[in-house]
C-alpha cells in the first residue's frame, strides 16, 4: 500500500473515535430522525457470510488476485446504536509474483478473528473498525518451494501469524440480507532480502444472511 493510502487509513481511525464520543444519546437522536422512531434491538445476533477477497502485498513486484472468505460473526449491542462484533473468517488470499525468474503464484490460507466496533447511524447502515488477529493454516505456491521435500507448500516461517485492521460498512439491502466492503491491512516484520512478504492490503465484498432479522422486534 502506498504511504498515501496508509495515512488516509490511518485518519479514518480518529475519524471513528469522533463518531464514537458523540455519547449514546447524541447518536439516538439522530438514528429517531427517520421514521423509524421505536427503540427496540436484538442485544444478540448471529451471521453467515461469505466474501470475493481481493488482496496483494505492499510490494511492487506483485499482482492481486481475486480468492474468497466465509464465516460467521457473533454480535452484541449494547445499545441501538453500538455494538461489538466478534467470530472467525476462512480467508483465502492469491497473488502473483511479476519477477524475471518468478511468475508463480502464492495462496495463503489464514483463520482470521476479529474484534471489533460497530456504531448503527440508523437501522439498516453501520460503520465499523476494529483488530484482526490471522493464524496461517496454508501457504503455498504454484511452483516447487520446499525443495527438501520437493512440496508446493512454503516451510514453516516463512509466512507468519499476523495482526492487522479492518474498515468496514454494512447496509441492509433486503430482510436478513446485508452487503458489505472491507478494507484489511495485514502487517509484520519480515526478511527484507526475501520476496515472501507478510504486509499485505485487502479489499472484501461481502453478503452476509443474520439468522435472527435485525428489523423484527423480539417476543
Do not use: C
Not at 62 to 80: E, V
Not at 148 to 170: C, E, I, M, R
Amino acid at each position: 500500500m502506498s504511504s498515501l493510502k496508509f495515512k488516509f487509513f490511518w485518519f479514518l481511525i480518529p475519524l471513528f473515535s469522533i463518531g464514537f464520543t458523540q455519547g449514546d444519546a447524541n447518536l439516538l437522536l439522530q438514528y429517531n430522525k427517520g421514521p423509524d422512531l421505536d427503540a427496540f434491538y436484538r442485544k444478540w445476533n448471529f451471521d453467515l457470510h461469505t466474501h470475493i477477497v481481493y488482496g496483494n502485498t505492499l510490494e511492487k513486484y506483485t499482482i492481486g488476485k481475486i480468492n474468497f472468505s466465509t464465516g460467521t460473526y457473533i454480535q452484541y449491542k449494547f445499545s441501538k446504536t453500538f455494538a461489538l462484533n466478534s467470530g472467525v473468517d476462512y480467508f483465502k488470499m492469491s497473488y502473483q509474483y511479476d519477477l524475471i525468474k518468478n511468475q508463480s503464484y502464492d495462496e495463503l490460507t489464514y483463520l482470521s478473528f476479529p474484534l471489533t466496533l460497530r456504531v448503527f447511524p440508523s437501522r439498516k447502515l453501520h460503520f465499523e473498525t476494529g483488530l484482526l488477529y490471522n493464524s496461517v493454516l496454508i501457504a503455498e505456491n504454484t511452483a516447487i518451494v520446499d525443495l527438501k521435500n520437493q512440496s508446493h507448500k512454503y516451510p514453516d516461517g516463512v509466512f507468519k501469524n499476523v495482526f492487522g485492521w479492518l474498515f468496514a460498512t454494512q447496509y441492509n439491502v433486503w430482510n436478513r440480507f446485508d452487503l458489505s466492503l472491507q478494507y484489511r491491512f495485514l502487517k509484520k516484520a519480515t526478511n527484507p532480502i526475501s520476496d515472501q512478504k507478510n504486509n499485505f492490503d485487502v479489499f472484501l465484498l461481502g453478503i452476509h444472511f443474520f439468522v435472527l432479522n435485525p428489523n423484527k422486534k423480539p417476543d
